[in-house]
Each structure stands twice: as C-alpha cells, then as structure tokens.
C-alpha cells in the first residue's frame, strides 16, 4: 500500500479514461516532465494499483448485438467441483465475464450474441449442457451506463 497525492491520483483519472495516453503526453497535461510521470505510473504499477490496461471493444459493431447477464445455480445433485463448471464456462467464447458469486446463484455470466436466437443456441447447446448446471435466470440488458468509479 502506497500513499497517494493529488498527482498520483491525477494520473489515475486521465489513464481512467484513456490508458493510451503517453507520459509526455499526460506529463504536459498535469505539469510534470516526461520521466517524472512514468516514474510515477511505474510505481503505480508495481505497487498494483495499476493492474493493466485494456482494450474497449464495441460488441455491437462487430455484431453481438445482444448482451444477457446469466445467474446459475450449481445443481447439489452430483457435487460437480467449482473448479470443473469455471474450466467449462470459460471455454465458451460467448462467456464475457465469469463472476463467482454469494447470494441467490453461485455464478454470474455476461454473455453476448448476435441476437436472440444466437444467445438461446447457446444457452442450449453449450450452458446447460456445463457440468452441475442446475438453475438458470437470464436478463436481458437494454442499456448500459458507465461510471467512472471512485477516482470520479
């Protein structure tokens, strides 16, 4: 755990909003030199705080026009290991995101298809057909809002 200034977290909101920002860049923007903010995103890193940088893909521009969020209890008749249903799930390319969960539903999916049909082709031929699928609520998303989370 490091202590963070108003620099550090300077930093974090202009790489919150594009990770492909240069130091030089970024350096003009919040009044630092070149290397003085690389050593400070370099820190950043490997003190954890920053743990990657990612891509945005727009599913819908390259035809997954459809997202569902997918809720699924693990069956408790034949004891099937977390660790076989999460090795099975993530072999799905649909499957986004796998999130193990506490609550109602031992996991949560986000799933993306084409459309409506596509996503029923693959909750039949390929979800519930996981080891210990017992259990399955679907929601549907009609939009998304994206927040900027605690760094504002």
């Given at each position: 755990?490091?202590?963070?200034?108003?620099?550090?977290?300077?930093?974090?909101?202009?790489?919150?909003?594009?990770?492909?920002?240069?130091?030089?860049?970024?350096?003009?923007?919040?009044?630092?030199?070149?290397?003085?903010?690389?050593?400070?995103?370099?820190?950043?890193?490997?003190?954890?705080?920053?743990?990657?940088?990612?891509?945005?893909?727009?599913?819908?521009?390259?035809?997954?026009?459809?997202?569902?969020?997918?809720?699924?209890?693990?069956?408790?008749?034949?004891?099937?290991?977390?660790?076989?249903f999460e090795r099975a799930v993530t072999a799905i390319p649909e499957v986004q995101v796998v999130q193990h969960v506490l609550g109602r539903f031992d996991y949560r999916l986000r799933v993306s298809a084409r459309d409506i049909a596509d996503f029923e082709r693959v909750l039949r031929r390929?979800?519930?057909?996981?080891?210990?699928?017992?259990?399955?609520?679907?929601?549907?998303?009609?939009?998304?809002?994206?927040?900027?989370?605690?760094?504002?």
């Amino acid at each position: 755990m490091i202590d963070l200034d108003d620099t550090d977290r300077a930093i974090l909101r202009a790489l919150v909003q594009d990770a492909t920002q240069s130091a030089g860049g970024l350096g003009r923007r919040l009044g630092l030199s070149q290397p003085a903010c690389w050593r400070r995103i370099r820190r950043l890193e490997e003190a954890g705080i920053i743990a990657g940088r990612r891509l945005d893909v727009d599913a819908s521009a390259l035809g997954f026009g459809v997202t569902v969020f997918l809720g699924i209890k693990l069956a408790a008749r034949g004891r099937v290991s977390l660790e076989d249903f999460e090795r099975a799930v993530t072999a799905i390319p649909e499957v986004q995101v796998v999130q193990h969960v506490l609550g109602r539903f031992d996991y949560r999916l986000r799933v993306s298809a084409r459309d409506i049909a596509d996503f029923e082709r693959v909750l039949r031929r390929r979800i519930m057909t996981l080891p210990g699928v017992g259990q399955v609520e679907a929601n549907v998303m009609l939009s998304e809002e994206r927040r900027p989370g605690p760094l504002g």
